[in-house]
């Protein structure tokens, strides 16, 4: 029996996270569990699995969820909030294993917590890899904790790796879906309003990855994740545009054979995969074949999407050009939303937030946290001229 710690419960990887739970009750156990604002998810979620302890991102939401858990009679479940609260959540001592699916920075030291306690990780928060990923991958080879990506793509590196040694890998290609704009002309870009990019074509996401994914920013991400976690050049790592999302990515190995990993677009698959890694256990989550009539490969389109142009320069510089990429865009996502940032302004404002970043490696997740905070106060100064930006 795992005992499971489940950051970003309430989201949409936490809560495939809990349906595996619920499928297999002789394998995995919830101990503790950490959301964001959602009081009434949360609350549901503490009455059905009863964990040890349970944190939220605010004191005033952890006080109504203490105040609803004493009259459902539910007794015994400590509650935290903040940081801390999550960081506690992720390093309880009954806790095996902790999925870390917050999203954005906030999930950053709770998974860095988690890691520096010995805690097995599946990691869903790619920003966490993105702003500290040298801090974490270190810290792992130091306490011996494992790190299982969850993010469909590195999970199927991962499990692609299986067939060879890395000495043996040529480079690596991660698919991407090319969004729901991947036909859109670019004179039309400037147009495109919150409602269109959050319908994205293969995936049900959280908003923030699902924009992410319009401007392929996300694909920008993993790719500064694969080189983290596989340790690659970002050179070896390779982008395809691969509409169908059948295969989730692929190992190209130096006598040229190429590995991929098909499956269902069904992140439950994934997760799954790290919890149980490194076995592999049965699943109704089948794909199939005989549906399958092509798979189409494109080359990205680096002028339509200039994300990818912007995350390959962050790739190549690390420290706090990685940081600024990623806290740029998480500011200029949410002001998109709120309508007040045009869909182009989301490269725009990244853009600037990094010619102004002065090139520095972090050595602690404190200043990790500093460069992000920085990166922010200069998004939100380029967002608010937003209408210059545009
Ligand atoms: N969804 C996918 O298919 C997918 C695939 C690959 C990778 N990922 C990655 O997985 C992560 C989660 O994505 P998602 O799509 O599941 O996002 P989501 O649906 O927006 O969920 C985010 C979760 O984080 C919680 N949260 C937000 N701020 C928090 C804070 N300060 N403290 C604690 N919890 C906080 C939210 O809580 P409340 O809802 O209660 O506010 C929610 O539980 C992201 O890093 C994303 O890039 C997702």
New binding site residues.
């Given amino acids: 029996m795992k005992n499971i710690a489940v950051?970003?419960?309430?989201?949409?990887?936490?809560t495939s996270t809990l349906d595996i739970c619920e499928q297999y009750p002789e394998r995995y156990r919830v101990a503790s569990l950490?959301?964001?604002?959602?009081l009434a998810?949360?609350l549901q979620q503490c009455l059905r699995w009863r964990p040890a302890f349970v944190?939220?991102?605010e004191e005033e939401t952890a006080d109504l969820l203490k105040r609803g858990l004493r009259e459902s009679g539910a007794d015994g479940i400590e509650v935290g909030f903040g940081?801390e609260g999550?960081v506690r959540a992720a390093t309880l001592a009954e806790v095996d294993f902790v999925v870390c699916?917050?999203?954005?920075v906030?999930?950053l030291e709770a998974t860095y917590a988690a890691v520096a306690s010995g805690k097995d990780v599946g990691l869903?928060?790619?920003?966490a890899m993105v702003a500290a990923g040298d801090l974490i991958l270190a810290k792992a080879r130091e306490t011996g904790a494992a790190i299982l990506p969850?993010?469909?793509e590195h999970n199927a590196i991962h499990q692609c790796m299986r067939g060879g040694t890395q000495a043996e890998v040529k480079q690596i290609w991660l698919t991407a879906s090319g969004g729901p704009f991947r036909n859109t002309p670019l004179a039309e870009f400037a147009k495109i309003t919150p409602q269109q990019a959050l319908k994205h074509p293969t995936?049900?996401?959280?908003?923030?990855?699902t924009i992410?994914s319009a401007t392929m920013l996300?694909k920008g991400?993993e790719i500064i994740e694969a080189c983290r976690l596989f340790d690659l050049p970002a050179d070896k790592v390779r982008v395809t545009v691969h509409p169908q999302s059948t295969i989730h990515s692929l190992v190209e190995y130096v006598d040229g054979s190429i590995l991929a990993q098909l499956s269902v677009t069904d992140?439950r698959l994934p997760i799954l995969y790290a919890m149980a890694y490194p076995e592999r256990v049965p699943s109704n989550l089948t794909f199939d074949l005989t549906t399958l009539s092509h798979l189409d490969f494109q080359q990205p389109d680096f002028e339509r999407f200039p994300c990818l142009r912007l995350s390959y320069e962050a790739a190549k510089a690390g420290g706090t050009h990685c940081i600024a990429l990623n806290a740029a865009d998480e500011v200029a996502v949410e002001a998109f939303l709120a309508g007040k940032l045009s869909f182009n302004g989301i490269a725009q404002t990244i853009e600037r937030v990094l010619e102004s970043t002065a090139l520095r490696q972090p050595e602690s997740i404190a200043e990790v946290l500093e460069a992000d905070g920085a990166a922010r106060d200069l998004a939100h100064s380029v967002t608010a001229g937003a209408l210059a930006v545009v």
Avoid: P
Wanted: proline residues 0%; charged residues 15%; hydrophobic residues 45%.
């Fill in positions: 950051l970003g419960s309430t989201g949409s990887i936490g950490a959301a964001g604002k959602n998810a949360t944190s939220m991102a940081a999550s699916a917050v999203v954005g906030a999930g869903a928060n790619k920003e969850i993010d469909s995936w049900v996401m959280g908003q923030r990855i992410d996300n991400l992140m």
